[in-house]
């Protein structure tokens, strides 16, 4: 079975730009994290989706991060304009269904650099 | 609010040896508590979990981890640290609500020296 796929692996923007974040879950999941991870802390929910429905996005700054799930499948994670704290890994993450207590899956995560 | 604490930045262990590796919870209501590893430029892996049942909870790589109600704690442990178990750490506990969103701690660096 395919884990979550993320893209890119590595992004390097500097401030003011805009940049997006890619995320296949595992097939059939019909929840989806998106987290942000800071250097040296863990990692922290920014927007989680029930098919393609927002059930969570208190801790997204709406003011420059966006998200969506169109078809309940693919998401994309968007940062515009970009500063320097948002850099940082992005990580994508699925499970079955919500809320449920089922594990989540990770992807590789996408680090990004803001110069 | 729920939240997760691991008082140990840092934990080392010679090879073959038993490793523990600390978690503390604060929660409202039955916690659902969950362990996750992080190696280098990977994201994380899912290793446990405790919902209900047996205090004791078994999951990948030989790792099991005990609730324990009267100390809120969920430690992790092993009976024979592998050099390839050196990673970064994480226990996490579910929020409440209507969501399966994670609440991390700050993670435990695991070094397992030969």
């Known amino acids: 079975e395919a884990g979550v796929a993320q893209s890119p692996r590595y992004k390097i923007i500097e401030k003011r730009q805009s940049v997006a974040f890619w995320c296949n879950p595992i097939?059939?999941?019909?929840?989806l994290y998106w987290y942000q991870q800071i250097l040296g802390q863990g990692p922290k929910l920014l927007i989680q989706?029930?098919?393609?429905?927002?059930?969570?996005d208190s801790q997204l700054p709406k003011d420059r991060f966006s998200a969506e799930r169109l078809k309940g499948v693919d998401s994309t994670l968007k940062i515009q304009p970009a500063k320097l704290e948002d850099s940082a890994v992005y990580l994508c993450?699925?499970?079955?269904?919500?809320?449920?207590?089922?594990?989540?899956?990770f992807g590789p995560g996408t680090r990004l650099t803001v110069t | 609010a729920q939240s997760v604490a691991q008082p140990e930045d840092q934990v080392n262990v010679a090879e073959g040896n038993p490793l523990t590796v600390k978690c503390t919870y604060s929660?409202?209501?039955?916690?659902?508590l969950f362990w996750y590893v992080q190696y280098p430029n990977r994201g994380l892996q899912f290793l446990l979990k405790?919902?209900?049942?047996?205090?004791l909870v078994k999951g990948s790589y030989g790792f099991e981890a005990e609730f324990n109600k009267s100390q809120t704690s969920f430690h992790l442990k092993k009976p024979s640290a592998l050099v390839s178990d050196s990673a970064l750490y994480f226990c996490?506990?579910?929020?409440?609500?209507?969501?399966?969103?994670?609440?991390f701690g700050t993670g435990t660096r695991l070094q397992v020296f030969p």
């Open positions: 993450a699925s499970s079955l269904s919500a809320p449920a207590g089922y594990e989540q899956y």
């Open positions: 097939s059939g999941h019909a929840t």
């Open positions: 989706f029930q098919n393609n429905g927002v059930v969570d």
């Open positions: 929660v409202s209501g039955n916690p659902y």
């Open positions: 405790y919902i209900t049942g047996d205090n």
């Open positions: 996490a506990v579910r929020d409440i609500g209507n969501t399966d969103k994670l609440i």
